[in-house]
């Protein structure tokens, strides 16, 4: 099986990895930019080589599950590994509020279950659906067909946080969203890279972030990598965001010891503006 990400991994090999179970979830932290608290954590699949150990990330196998329809399978365990999950972490007293955000394919807005599987899934783990982000790239909602706007209805009128992943990015970003009815858009990180940078790239993200903030919808920026990100979306009023300056991805275990130890990361500890005395 292929580890790395100039590899290429086959449809059989795929497959093999979902029968056996070799799915592993991994959780980025999405933090309150204001107060540093973890507030949601977002389900990242990988696949476990099991000969090698190595884990192996969606860059090397998504577009063969979703050419082979076999997405929807991986998705399904990760929601009902990651509602599990987080269900226990809500019982900290750190975790009390923490959403879960999964990411969704097109082949899975096909099923006009999905709302049912997703009510069935968290219900089982006991996990609150408005405690659900379901997150669409647009070249999911270019591709969407007939019946997809009835399934997101469905997963809103359920309660879920319908949210545009990688918002800004595609040639259609507008256009999403006016057709369909979302809580939430997560800046993508070519815009936020820019941030406290200065020059005409700043001044456009810069605009992107207010533009977001004015449709009075859950704004998250991706991405965060730098201090000067955070001065600037506290300036501008982002209030959530998630980045390897906060936290990289993490295993199950690792995101648990920043909940029981209530770790505030180090970047968001200070208030960006000192307080003047
Ligand atoms: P995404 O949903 O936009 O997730 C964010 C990706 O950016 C993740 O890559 C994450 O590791 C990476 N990232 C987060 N913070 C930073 C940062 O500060 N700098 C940089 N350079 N990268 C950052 P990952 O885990 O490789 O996932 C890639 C994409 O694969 C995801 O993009 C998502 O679209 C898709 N994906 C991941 N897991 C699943 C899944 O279970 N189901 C489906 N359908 N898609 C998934
Ligand atoms: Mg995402
Ligand atoms: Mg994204
Ligand atoms: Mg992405």
Redesign the pocket.
């Known amino acids: 099986m292929a580890s790395s990400a100039a590899q290429t991994i086959s449809a059989e090999q795929v497959a093999r990895a979902l029968a056996q179970g070799d799915v592993v979830?991994?959780y980025?932290p999405c933090y309150d930019l204001r107060t540093g608290e973890m507030v949601a954590v977002?389900?990242?699949?990988?696949l476990r080589n099991r000969d090698t150990g190595e884990l192996i990330?969606?860059?090397v196998f998504?577009d063969v599950?979703?050419e082979s329809g076999l997405?929807v399978h991986?998705?399904e365990m990760?929601?009902a590994a990651a509602a599990d999950q987080v269900a226990r972490w809500r019982e900290l007293p750190a975790g009390r509020r923490l959403c879960l955000?999964?990411?969704?394919?097109p082949a899975?807005l096909d099923d006009p279950l999905l709302p049912t599987r997703f009510r069935d899934a968290t219900e089982s783990a006991g996990l609150p659906l408005d405690a659900v982000i379901v997150?669409l790239?647009e070249t999911?909602l270019s591709r969407t067909g007939q019946g997809h706007e009835q399934v997101l209805a469905d997963l809103s009128a359920l309660g879920c946080n319908v949210t545009l992943?990688?918002f800004g990015t595609g040639n259609a970003s507008f256009d999403y969203l006016r057709r369909f009815d979302v809580q939430g858009v997560?800046i993508?990180?070519s815009f936020?890279q820019f941030l406290g940078g200065g020059g005409p790239h700043e001044r456009m993200s810069e605009s992107l972030v207010r533009f977001c903030l004015s449709l009075g919808v859950h704004v998250v920026a991706?991405?965060?990598?730098r201090p000067r990100h955070i001065t600037a979306l506290r300036r501008l009023g982002c209030p959530f965001g998630?980045?390897?300056?906060m936290s990289?991805?993490l295993d199950a275990e690792a995101v648990e010891t920043l909940l029981r130890d209530e770790v505030v990361p180090p970047a968001l500890a200070y208030a960006a503006d000192p307080v003047v005395l």
């Open positions: 979830v991994h980025q977002e389900a990242l699949a990988r990330p969606p860059s998504l599950l979703e997405i991986l998705d990760v929601l955000a999964v990411n969704l394919s899975d997150e790239t999911l992943d990688d997560k993508d990180r936020v991706e991405g965060i990598e998630q980045g390897f300056l990289r991805p």
